[in-house]
């Protein structure tokens, strides 16, 4: 059982209890309307109040599994930004073995990795900023190989690999590590 899926399950389990105590406290109010008004005071208080932490239950566990939504979402993206490194180095690898074939696949998956990160809501300024200057930097190094400036591709794709080297620790900072 993966830790998403426990922790589903806890939020379930929470979310039917605060169920269960929301019917509690209609319970205790359609017992007060039985009682005399003198009588049935302390149960419709009690009522209240029951309800009242049932709703602020419910808002909480809201809260935690969007949390979890957004945890998901953090570890995708920490994978997708750590698998574009290997990409380059493939891209690399393709240039200096002559595989064309290679280099396109790593291409068009760095590309598409890259519109992966870009697209998430999680990204603040700097992050846009850090992922506008690889795609600059990517640009520049797909145009290179294709008017066969091929001397600078390993600083390039070092340089790539250092902003997504700072890309990483901003998310790392989003997630507390």
């Known amino acids: 059982m993966t830790i998403k899926s426990k922790l589903n399950t806890v939020i379930s389990s929470m979310s039917d209890f ?71 180095m493939k891209l690399v690898n393709g240039k ?25 809501g999680i990204n603040d300024d700097e992050c846009s900023h850090i992922l506008d200057l690889i795609d600059k930097r990517r640009a520049s190094m797909i145009n290179d190989l294709k008017i066969g400036l091929q001397s600078a591709l390993h600083e390039q794709a070092n340089e790539v690999i250092e902003l997504i080297n700072s890309l990483l620790g901003r998310y790392e900072e989003f997630a507390g590590q």
């Open 18 to 88: 605060s169920k269960q105590t929301n019917m509690v406290a209609i319970n205790a109010s359609i017992h007060a309307g039985r009682l005399s008004p003198r009588e049935g005071a302390p149960f419709q208080v009690l009522a209240r109040e029951i309800q009242e932490m049932s709703s602020r239950s419910m808002d909480k566990l809201a809260e935690l599994d969007q949390l979890m939504k957004e945890v998901g979402e953090m570890s995708r993206l920490i994978n997708y930004t750590g698998r574009q490194r290997m990409l380059l």
């Open 96 to 120: 200096l073995m002559n595989d064309e074939e290679q280099m396109k696949a790593a291409i068009s998956a760095f590309e598409e990795g890259l519109d992966f990160i870009k697209s998430s």
